[in-house]
């Protein structure tokens, strides 16, 4: 009998630097490739008119550190106007990695959280994560790289 499983996994790097670009943090971490984010990798297979979804297109951050949840569908507590538009989706071979630059102003506070989405406002939520505060101040920029695996 013939047997195959699909894992999809996603790791995120977290990388704070201060106005004059010196790193204060830097960490990679799990995440959580919730239901709602499997749905949107089924049907962007289908590749039908109506059955495929808009891209990922954008990332944001919260301040509420509740375990990701298989049925998430937004951030716990997501710091409003943080929803930033990504700067890159780079496929290769079995993995995607999107990319997103929170900057001075944007998304400050003491973040424990961040997701990403296909649209600037709801939307669907490919992943979720959790992490460790991070304090950003206003002149700080926060860089994102999340890459989503299939195996």
């Given at each position: 009998m013939l047997s195959d499983v699909i894992k999809i996994t996603g790791k995120v790097a977290l990388l704070?630097?201060?106005s004059d670009g010196q790193v204060?943090?830097?960490?990679?971490?799990?995440?959580?490739?919730?239901?709602?984010?499997?749905?949107?990798?089924?049907?962007?297979?289908a590749?039908?008119?109506?059955?495929?979804?808009?891209?990922?297109?954008?990332?944001?951050v919260g301040t509420t550190n509740t375990a990701p949840a298989i049925g998430d569908t937004t951030l716990a507590a997501?710091?409003?106007?943080?929803?930033?538009?990504?700067?890159?989706?780079?496929?290769?071979?079995?993995?995607i990695a999107?990319?997103?630059?929170?900057?001075?102003?944007?998304?400050?506070?003491?973040l424990v959280e961040a997701g990403i989405f296909n649209a600037s406002s709801a939307g669907t939520l490919l992943c979720r994560t959790v992490f460790s505060v991070i304090?950003?101040?206003?002149?700080?920029t926060l860089t994102i790289t999340w890459t989503i695996t299939v195996s």
């Open positions: 704070l630097t201060d204060k943090e830097s960490r990679e971490i799990p995440n959580l490739v919730v239901t709602a984010g499997k749905v949107f990798i089924a049907a962007a297979m590749k039908t008119t109506v059955n495929t979804p808009a891209a990922m297109t954008h990332m944001a997501e710091v409003a106007a943080s929803r930033t538009a990504l700067s890159s989706s780079t496929p290769s071979s079995n993995t999107y990319a997103c630059t929170f900057g001075p102003g944007v998304g400050t506070g003491a304090n950003k101040a206003a002149g700080d």
